[in-house]
């Protein structure tokens, strides 16, 4: 064979190997751009229109759902599972709790965005909150109360509890305060401010989002209802705490401690079990460990939190409220689940409806926050972790060794992220993606960027240019 001929034949050579490179990397970015694609053309859950909602299962009392992200919405069901109240006109929604001695008229806290600068808003996006009041059987809607605040992210109200007719209490996220205000006069009549005992330095960003109070619930003293204790949820400091009105912090009743994610992590809507129904004890939705959980209060008043319970399924990604029922299920609202669910006292689903990202769940004619719940030491519950749930994965999309390799890979990513990078990446994407549509583009992405580094290096050896590494071995 002539000199000649051997660069012609390794010429050919090395372009059969970079054409059979090329299709390689045509394959995995047509099967990944196909996943995507596959996956947003399909009927997803929306709930952005009344005539999207589904359908809920028949149960024994109404159930009305709050949205707070891709959609505001409140939505009420009736015991036989139609719709009879919907509303989207807020931006978002968030708590919601029966009317005493009238549970088909609900209260609720809500905000808008106000885009526009003007008189209430001098930098948009701001936020106008409301406590509002809603006759479900004829969809007459009071503002009760509200304040406009200078930002909108990190400054809705999340919660409110009623104290009695005249009072409501108010957990107020831009301020980082509870506040108890007369709704008749406007007059704020007691704040506790959360810079009063816990430093600035720790937690999340000051002063953008520092605490995060996302919950507030009135814990009523017997025999005297006008002096009882405030149970305030501050997210981001992964504690539960306890306020007396004259006195301040409960500092031996805080559940939970900074950064101890063992314990909770950033957790919502803890639900408060009374003494006289098997407490002092807490159902919290443990929002980024995405579990539901209990923690009995064990020793009487010199005594600790201990964990008493704890639910999870396979499926279950950023809980945000869970309520103790009287029946002794437990409602549970799964926001990146985007289903609101009852499960029973062995830890099976017996109730579940579809919600894109629900914030909470009530079951009304069962009081406030189910207020007739009894504790899980009181009830005998038994745990139910994901091993117990018989795990994931499986179905009609699994390849013939019973894996489905963007699954794999997805529950692989999602191992790896941080929870809340995770889960931010789930509120602010489409309803339709999970864990195996980032896993489709991360794995696109990835073989385009090592294809346009193959097509340059050949390019550059084409030139004739080459390069090596400044450390190599030298044969003597």
């Known amino acids: 064979m002539t000199d000649r001929v051997r660069p012609s034949l390794a010429r050919l050579r090395s ?12 394959a995995i970015l047509l099967v990944s751009a196909a996943a995507v694609v596959s ?7 929306s709930t952005a229109s009344e005539s999207d909602v589904p359908t809920a299962p028949e149960t024994e009392n109404h159930t009305v759902i709050t949205e707070s992200g891709r959609a505001g919405t409140i939505t009420a069901y009736a015991p036989d599972g139609e719709v009879i109240y919907y509303n989207n006109t807020r931006t978002k929604y968030f708590d919601v709790d029966p009317v005493e001695d009238d549970p088909m008229t ?27 009041r809603v006759d479900l059987e004829t969809g007459e809607v009071e503002v009760l109360y509200e304040r406009y605040d200078y930002k909108e992210t990190a400054g809705e109200w999340h919660d409110s509890t009623r104290i009695d007719d005249e009072r409501v209490a108010i957990a107020d996220i831009v301020a980082d305060q509870v506040f108890i205000v007369n709704t008749e ?11 009063s005992d816990f ?35 501050l997210r981001n400091q992964d504690q539960v705490v306890f306020i007396d009105q004259e006195d301040g912090l409960v500092d031996d009743w805080t559940l939970g401690s900074e950064n101890d994610y063992d314990v909770q ?43 008493s319970w704890e639910w999870e399924d396979d499926q279950i990604q950023w809980p945000r409220d869970a309520d103790r029922l009287p029946n002794g299920n437990t409602l549970i609202a799964d926001s990146h689940g985007n289903r609101v669910m009852e499960v029973d006292q062995s830890g099976e689903i017996v109730w579940e ?13 069962t009081g406030e926050e189910s207020e007739g719940g009894q504790s899980a030491a009181e009830l005998g519950l038994e745990s139910r972790t994901e091993a117990d749930s018989g795990g994931g994965g499986g179905g009609a999309s699994d390849s013939g060794f019973g894996v489905n390799p963007l699954e794999f890979f997805g529950d692989l990513l999602e191992e790896l992220l941080p ?17 195996a549509e980032f896993a489709a583009i991360a794995i696109g992405l990835l073989t385009g960027l090592i294809w346009a580094g193959a097509e340059l290096r050949w390019q550059l050896r084409d030139a004739g240019i080459r390069f090596r590494l400044p450390v190599y071995r030298r044969d003597d």
């Open 353 to 365: 409806v579809g919600s894109t990202l629900p914030y909470e769940a009530e079951r009304l004619e």
């Open 39 to 45: 996956a947003s053309s399909n009927d997803g859950l």
């Open 265 to 307: 992590y950033e957790q919502h809507n803890p639900d408060y079990i009374p003494e006289s129904q098997g407490g002092p004890a807490v159902v919290v939705a443990d929002s980024e460990n995405g579990r539901v959980q209990e923690f009995q209060r064990e020793g009487g008043a010199d005594g600790e939190w201990t964990r």
């Open 185 to 195: 006069t406007e007059v704020v009549e007691w704040l506790w401010d959360a810079q």
């Open 199 to 233: 430093p600035v330095e720790e937690a999340g960003p000051y002063p953008e989002d520092w605490a995060h109070i996302n919950d507030v619930s009135y814990i009523e003293a017997e025999g005297d209802p006008n002096d009882g204790r405030i149970m305030v949820s």
């Open 106 to 132: 609900i209260e609720y806290v809500a905000t808008d965005t106000v885009h526009s600068e003007g008189p209430t808003c001098s930098d948009p996006p701001c936020a106008r909150n409301v406590l509002e």
């Open 419 to 435: 929870h809340r990078v995770y889960n931010g990446l789930l509120y602010a994407t489409p309803i339709w993606m999970g864990s």
């Open 15 to 26: 372009t059969i190997s970079r054409n059979r490179l090329r299709i390689v990397f045509v």
